[in-house]
């Protein structure tokens, strides 16, 4: 596929396609990759966010974007920048996020995505921040905020897990451009 927005040494991110809708609902659907989310996504809401992505890239130039490998041409999750839909002392604001196919962890592919999606945000977007957060029981997604550049800011009570007592306890990290 060459109809990537930009790459990284061995990822290509773009818009997203149908075909991805049966994928991305494979990976929301796995217990493992949904382990610090409240649970697994349907089919139906995988649907829906790809629909969300397409028109946030359509509206503000980027979202969180459908990630191939460039040496298989294989779509392995996503990876991108998006606006928070909660409400919190810190929002409006940017957020970096990424999930991927638990077969493509381990292998330096959200560090490495996240860092060119920050230059992306920065260099491009011209955005002054973004951030990044995650529960404070995630310690995988911290490590890659830390080896991306960000920088730990706060705790918080996220308000859509305030019900969760594993999971409302959540991390605020930025990165300035």
Same mark, same amino acid.
């Given at each position: 596929m060459s109809n990537y927005l930009f790459t990284s040494e061995r990822l290509g991110f773009r818009n997203w396609q149908p075909a991805d809708i049966a994928q991305m609902a494979a990976i929301n659907a796995d217990a493992d990759v949904m382990e610090f989310f409240?649970?697994?996504?349907?089919?139906?809401?995988?649907?829906?966010?790809?629909?969300l992505m397409q028109q946030q890239l359509t509206d503000k130039g980027y979202c969180y974007f459908a990630v191939d490998t460039l040496a298989e041409t294989q779509f392995i999750g996503f990876i991108g920048i998006s606006e928070p839909t909660f409400e919190s002392s810190f929002t409006p604001c940017t957020d970096i996020?990424?999930?991927?196919?638990?077969?493509?962890?381990?292998?330096?592919? =959200? &560090?490495?995505?996240?860092?060119?999606?920050? @230059?992306?945000?920065f260099d491009e977007l011209k955005l002054k921040s973004? $951030? =990044? &957060?995650?529960?404070?029981?995630?310690?995988? @997604?911290?490590?890659?905020?830390?080896?991306?550049?960000?920088?730990? $800011?706060?705790?918080?009570?996220?308000?859509?897990?305030?019900?969760?007592?594993?999971?409302?306890d959540?991390?605020?990290?930025?990165?300035?451009g």
């Open positions: 409240p649970g697994t996504k349907t089919y139906e809401e995988s649907e829906a966010f790809v629909k996020g990424w999930r991927l196919s638990k077969a493509s962890w381990n292998k330096g592919y =959200a &560090t490495e995505g996240a860092k060119r999606c920050l @230059s992306y945000a973004v $951030v =990044a &957060t995650a529960p404070k029981v995630n310690i995988r @997604s911290q490590q890659v905020m830390i080896k991306a550049g960000m920088n730990k $800011v706060m705790e918080f009570v996220h308000p859509r897990l305030i019900d969760n007592d594993r999971l409302r959540c991390v605020l990290y930025e990165i300035m």
